[in-house]
């Protein structure tokens, strides 16, 4: 079964961008599934619903889980895989004599999941588990720019990252939302292709709209690639 899955990161910057009502009509042309694993509801639903800022999001995701849309998968052996690659990632890098908390657990539980599930994606836009999977290495040399210092590194467990992860597809919300673009699911924007307005054409401002939406409200895509991506639609 086709499926992919998605941490509270992508979810958070879809939502944002009151774009979650897209995932139905992507789902139905993908023809699999969407999980979120149980952490990651306990992120963006049960704990939101006990405060005041972040209710309303979390009522909308709610309502997709609802309506099966997004579907929970709860495993222990997820849970326990999601433990012991939290506790990889955060015995990796250390600085001035300690360990770097890289990840939590839920970020860990979504990898787990997507592993388990021999998943088609895992969708995420925090930059720190992309490159934990994608390019761990790029993650080291970012972190002593960040801190303006040399780090130690576990090679048991970089060799570990390098080597373990490496068939999982990694994509972002910008990725995913630009599929619904091409595949038209965002044309009632910009009802007709083609269509400007004072001499702005709709379908172009749509698509840079919305990566940099998407950028602005948490999804690690750089300026750098969205000019490369508009390039496309001049």
Request: hydrophobic share 40%; with cysteine; net charge neutral.
């Given at each position: 079964?086709k ?15 009151d ?14 599934q ?15 619903l ?14 997709e ?5 997004l ?11 999601g ?6 990632a ?27 599930l ?12 992309r ?11 970012l972190?002593?720019r ?8 576990n090679k ?11 068939k ?12 619904a673009?091409?595949?038209g699911i ?13 001499n ?14 998407l950028?602005?409200r ?5 300026e ?11």
């Amino acid at each position: 079964m086709k499926s992919m899955v998605f941490d509270s990161s992508a979810i958070i910057s879809i939502v944002t961008n009151d774009l979650l009502w897209s995932l139905s009509k992507l789902k139905e042309k993908f023809k699999g599934q969407f999980y979120i694993p149980e952490g990651i509801k306990e992120e963006l639903i049960v704990k939101p619903l006990g405060s005041k800022r972040y209710k309303l999001e979390a009522m909308q995701v709610l309502s997709e889980v609802n309506k099966g849309i997004l579907e929970v998968y709860s495993n222990p052996r997820v849970i326990e895989r999601g433990k012991q690659l939290a506790d990889r990632a955060n015995n990796l890098i250390k600085a001035r004599g300690n360990w770097i908390t890289l990840v939590n657990q839920n970020d860990m539980e979504c990898l787990a999941l997507t592993e388990y599930l021999n998943s088609d994606a895992l969708v995420i836009d925090e930059r720190t588990v992309r490159l934990l999977v994608e390019d761990p290495g790029s993650l080291i040399k970012l972190f002593e720019r960040k801190i303006h210092t040399k780090v130690e590194v576990n090679k048991d467990n970089l060799n570990f990252f390098k080597e373990e992860f490496k068939k999982i597809n990694v994509i972002r919300s910008a990725e995913l939302m630009s599929v619904a673009f091409e595949l038209g699911i965002l044309d009632d924007y910009a009802k007709q292709n083609g269509v400007k307005i004072d001499n702005v054409n709709l379908k172009e401002s749509l698509i840079e709209g919305l990566l940099w939406g998407l950028k602005l409200r948490g999804c690690a895509i750089s300026e750098e690639e969205i000019d490369g991506i508009m390039k496309y639609y001049h």
